[in-house]
């Protein structure tokens, strides 16, 4: 779980490092909106879970082409 953004904290840091009012408060305000976008580690264990099988699915998909595939060669050249 990330920690709230202090889009107040962070305009003032901004404005006394020397970066006018505005422009400050508008950066601060665009890091608060990015930051919806940003995945938990529980979103990224499901997409490792996901992933895993997947792997899996492609895998069996895989091995059953293979062996149609020597079934029909194995037919052609008897």
Do not use: C
């Not at 920690?3 to 970066?19: I, K, P, S, V, Y």
């Not at 400050?24 to 608060?32: K, L, N, S, T, Y």
């Amino acid at each position: 779980m990330s920690a709230a953004f202090d889009t107040l904290a962070a305009a003032r840091d901004m404005e006394n490092a020397g970066l006018d009012r505005p422009a400050a408060e508008a950066v601060a305000e665009a890091i608060r909106a990015g930051q919806g976008e940003l995945a938990t580690k529980a979103d990224l264990a499901a997409v490792r879970s996901d992933i895993i099988g997947l792997r899996w699915v492609v895998g069996i998909n895989v091995a059953i082409s293979l062996a149609t595939l020597a079934a029909v060669l194995a037919m052609a050249f008897r």
